[in-house]
């Protein structure tokens, strides 16, 4: 019964930044590990970064490599996505998704982004 709640979305600027973040409750957070997906209208989901349950293995899509980084506070139960040089690109739903051995994946509700060339 983990629940994920993102927020931090919104307007960008050409070249912005935002940071994204998604809070776990009803699970033992430190034991997931945690991604961000995101999804344009009219457009399939797709994956944008991931990072293990210590923190120390991370992953990106080549699409924000370089721009986006995905960090944890275990102690916060809270994953971030810092999101710089922002474009129109970026613009989609952002969700975030926690994964553990022998349990389904889990899936917030979603926060927007709109980034503008």
């Known amino acids: 019964q983990v629940q994920l709640v993102e927020s931090g979305g919104g307007l960008a600027q050409a070249g912005g930044s935002l940071r994204l973040s998604c809070a776990a409750s009803g699970g033992t957070f430190s034991s997931y590990r945690m991604g961000w997906f995101r999804q344009a209208p009219g457009k399939v989901r797709e994956f944008v970064a991931t990072i293990d349950w210590s923190g120390g293995s991370t992953a990106y899509a080549n699409s924000v490599k370089g721009r986006f980084t995905i960090s944890r506070d275990n102690a916060k139960n809270m994953v971030y996505l810092q999101m710089n040089s922002l474009n129109a690109g970026g613009t989609a739903g952002y969700y975030c998704?926690?994964?553990?051995?022998?349990?389904?994946?889990?899936w917030g509700q979603g926060t927007q982004v709109t980034g503008l060339n």
């Open positions: 998704a926690g994964r553990r051995s022998y349990e389904d994946d889990y």
